[in-house]
């Protein structure tokens, strides 16, 4: 009986509460590394899926690229652009001289040979008609002029190139032991070169406005010469030769190279001065705006892509972007694949390229370029469907 009193005042008691360091410690050993794992697993999905992991479809902007090159053998006289420098369609790049002057003067020499021939086997014809004599005479004349109009120009080309290098030799080579230029040759040589090229330049406007003053008379009497006097074997051949004189000059003028459209020079191959041949790439010109993206869709193939179907665009570097855009275009069988869109390998499997990534194929599409992203041509971007 003496114990009930005791366990009475043992329930009156309140309880302890507990202290919130231990609460927590408590929640943090039980409940908390459930909650990181939940939380770590959703972040490594997440990443994986946007970041990581391999893309069904991959591609790259695409890249526009014109190379500019003769159409002929022959030497770059004048490169008029530098690498990197912005250019516009139609915009003349370089010139080329397809004849050297060497064999250009041989050629005229023998349409002068030419020419002399022709005249002595009509000499006994021109002095029975009267007529006759003056027209023919004066257009052998006029001929004649125009072969030397034709050597002076060749010379004042070869001269034209010859002051350039004179020049570019009067204005130095660098010199390692100071912070000029050492010049190469004298200012006498550069001012020779200049009379030179001033000698023959008016050379040939002086045998230039003889040519069209006598070609201007011949003009006149051949408008007032009687039908049935020339002689028709005459007349062929110096008709011939008037042909090849047209083609000797066409080959003295330059053949100009446009850009083929708006653009970049990317990269130069030829510099002035250099002999080039037919086809031979001289510049190379690379869009500056590109407008849809190169992709392919990797195997195995679970979606078959559509025209119009939407395809969100995400660039690889800065903020990654994102756009939308859609299928313009979509292949009839698989291609190859680019070394750069594949993931690299650390050794060479079967099949592998040289640079680590194996040869895969697949189905490639044409997807326009969202219009609020700025790539460069080239650039690799991840896409993806949008499930609407």
Sequence with gaps: MQDQPKSSSESALTPIPTPAGTLFREFRIQAFPYIAFVLVVGLTVWLWRGYVGPSTWVGEVESVRGVVSSVGPGRLAQLQVDALQRVTAGQVLARVITVEPRILEAQISLSKARIDLI??????????????????????????????????????????????????????????????????????????????????????MELEQLVAQIGATIQQLSAHRIEGQDSSSTSAAIEVESKNLDLLESQMMPIELVAPFDGVVSVVHRWSGETIQAGEPILTVSQEKPS????????????????GMKVEVRARGGRREMGVGEVLRVGSQLEPISSTLLPRTSGLPSGGSSGGSATENGLPVLVSLPANLTLYPGEVVDLRVVIP
């Design 292 to 307: 849809r993206v190169v992709a392919f869709i990797r195997q195995p193939i679970q979606i078959q892509a559509q025209l």
């Design 119 to 204: 005249r002595a086997g009509t000499d006994s014809d021109l002095r029975k008609q009267n007529s006759r004599v003056n027209l023919e005479s004066l257009r052998l004349d006029w001929m004649s002029k125009r072969v030397d109009w034709l050597s002076a120009k060749a010379r004042s080309a070869y001269r034209q190139l010859e002051l350039a290098r004179i020049e570019k030799l009067r204005s130095g080579v660098p010199n390692g032991g100071a912070a000029g230029s050492l010049p190469v040759l004298s200012q006498n040589d550069l001012d020779i070169s200049h009379r030179d090229t001033a000698i023959e330049e008016s050379t040939v």
